[in-house]
């Protein structure tokens, strides 16, 4: 297994959680620092569950932040026909049994368990019974034979070594008794099959770990390295569950944080590399290793996902921020009019500010949209007399005006606090709330360059100004 080969093997009965997202970008970057592969395995199995549009889903969110694997996807339920050959090839090796307890007879180990308040673990009874003593009427499960005496280490390349006693890893079952196979004995002749060289997954697989090594030492395979990355947690230091808000993909995408942004965010949940915060794509991949991995589980932070987004928005060059914009209001909100597209563009430089998402952007900019300006109730209760007669002054000195600058409005400006004895917010906000509808809004001169000289001239003159 010279190659570096990793793989993600999501099952496709729901949305893809950022929980999965991390694991794959962990496991691709491990791929591209080593120039090794990186596939996708869709464990489709559970028939009932597994659903296209959550296939498609996954697909999607791994291209939308920038994940891209190797050739097809792997699927699953092709292969079950070599997953039910190597349970028999167990069988025959003697390192599996089957096992005739009824349903009823589990249940009842497991109540007795419960009672104990021990863990359950399958009592063997059939582990070494003939097959003569077998009942008729049952269908057997065959389980594979697990090591009794003694101790297991997995020397894991982000949690160390993990020792495991034996006799704690039960007989698990590897083919049930309608014949479909488990996920341990499927998901370990995948990994043969796929010659991969790391598994690199969170470490809620750790016990699965240990079962599947004993199938790849009785199939005498080589067997690949692992590494078991801390959980994601809620806030509150809770396990992230795909029913918690804000856990897939697509609840970033729809607010407006761009994939750049989360995929860096994702990056250094958890892994760290000197004292760097901000990735490119290329740096990501020069300096991944599993070894700046923690050991304990991260918590997913809001805030920090909408600073990093607000970093980005601010230092990514502006045609690459617009098209994104673009894209993110075709998918998400109302498409932007091709006519206004150049005035928006012109005017990100003051329409990013402060905007941490590109939401923020779209509900800044919607003063530029508007054919006719849609007043706040409360704020156009402000447009009194006086207010008045700064819009119309200003009118008659704007009509005068060739080209608007800040260079060309700031006299005028001033001319008018001076001619109606007031200060700039007695000139700006009534300016503002007739151009824009809003009290609050970008600076005033922001505004009037972005609307134009001929917008801002038929806003001014708004019937319900007077």
Same mark, same amino acid.
């Given at each position: 297994m010279s190659k570096v080969a990793t793989r993600f093997a999501p099952s496709p009965t729901g949305p893809l959680h950022i929980g999965g997202v991390r694991t794959a970008l962990f496991?691709?970057?491990?791929?591209?620092?080593?120039?090794?592969?990186?596939f @996708? !395995?869709?464990?489709?199995?559970?028939?009932? !569950?597994? &659903?296209?549009?959550?296939?498609?889903q996954i697909i999607n969110s791994l291209g939308w932040i920038g994940i891209n694997f190797d050739g097809e996807e792997y699927v699953q339920s092709k292969k079950i026909d070599d997953h039910i050959k190597v349970a028999h090839e167990l069988l025959d090796k003697g390192s599996a049994y089957k096992c005739y307890c009824s349903s009823e007879e589990i249940e009842e180990q497991k109540k007795r368990a419960k009672q104990k308040k021990i863990p359950y673990i399958y009592n063997r009874k059939w582990r070494d019974k003939k097959e003569t003593d077998a009942p008729k009427d049952i269908k057997p499960v065959i389980r594979f034979k697990s090591k009794i005496d003694g101790t297991s280490i997995l020397k894991d390349l982000v949690q160390g070594d993990v020792e495991i006693e034996n006799n704690t890893i039960e007989d698990f079952v590897i083919l049930r008794n309608d014949g479909t196979p488990t996920y341990n004995l499927s998901a370990a002749v995948d990994d043969h099959q796929m010659n991969m060289s790391h598994i690199i997954r969170g470490d809620d697989h750790k016990i699965n770990t240990f079962k599947q090594i004993q199938i790849y030492q009785a199939m005498n395979w080589e067997i690949p390295s692992f590494a078991h990355i801390p959980l994601i947690h809620t806030i509150d230091g809770k396990k992230l569950s795909k029913r918690d808000k804000a856990s897939t993909l697509d609840d970033y995408s729809k607010i407006g944080i761009m994939p750049d942004a989360l995929r860096n965010y994702l990056l250094r949940l958890g892994w760290s590399y000197q004292d760097k915060e901000i990735f490119t794509l290329d740096e990501s991949i020069k300096h991944f290793n599993l070894k700046g991995i923690g050991k304990s589980p991260s918590?997913?932070?809001?805030?920090?996902?909408?600073?990093?987004?607000?970093?980005?928005?601010?230092?990514?060059?502006e045609n690459d921020l617009f098209n994104q914009l673009n894209?993110?209001?075709? @998918?998400?909100?109302?498409? #932007?009019?091709?006519?206004?597209?150049?005035?928006?563009? &012109?005017?990100?430089?003051? @329409?990013?500010?402060? =905007?941490?998402?590109?939401?923020?952007?779209?509900?800044?900019?919607?003063?530029?949209? +508007?054919?006719? +300006?849609?007043?706040?109730?409360?704020?156009?209760?402000?447009?009194?007399?006086? =207010?008045?007669?700064?819009?119309?002054?200003?009118s008659i000195k704007l009509s005068d005006v060739d080209k608007l600058s800040r260079e060309t409005l700031e006299p005028i400006v001033n001319e008018l606090i001076k001619?109606?004895?007031?200060?700039? &917010?007695? +000139?700006?906000?009534?300016? !503002? #709330? =007739? @151009?824009t509808g809003s009290k609050f809004g970008p600076g005033i001169y922001d505004i009037i360059i972005s609307l134009g000289k001929e917008e801002v001239l038929k806003r001014l003159t708004n019937k319900k100004l007077s």
């Open positions: 496991n691709w970057l491990y791929s591209k620092n080593q120039n090794g592969s990186f @996708l !395995r869709i464990e489709d199995t559970d028939k009932e !569950r597994s &659903k296209e549009e959550y296939r498609k918590k997913l932070d809001m805030g920090r996902i909408l600073s990093m987004n607000e970093h980005y928005i601010k230092n990514i060059d894209q993110y209001c075709k @998918l998400h909100k109302s498409e #932007i009019k091709s006519d206004k597209k150049d005035n928006i563009k &012109k005017s990100l430089t003051f @329409l990013k500010n402060k =905007a941490k998402t590109l939401e923020d952007i779209f509900n800044n900019f919607q003063y530029i949209m +508007v054919d006719e +300006v849609n007043f706040n109730q409360d704020d156009i209760k402000l447009i009194d007399d006086k =207010a008045r007669k700064v819009i119309s002054d200003f001619s109606n004895d007031t200060n700039f &917010k007695g +000139v700006g906000q009534p300016l !503002r #709330i =007739a @151009l």
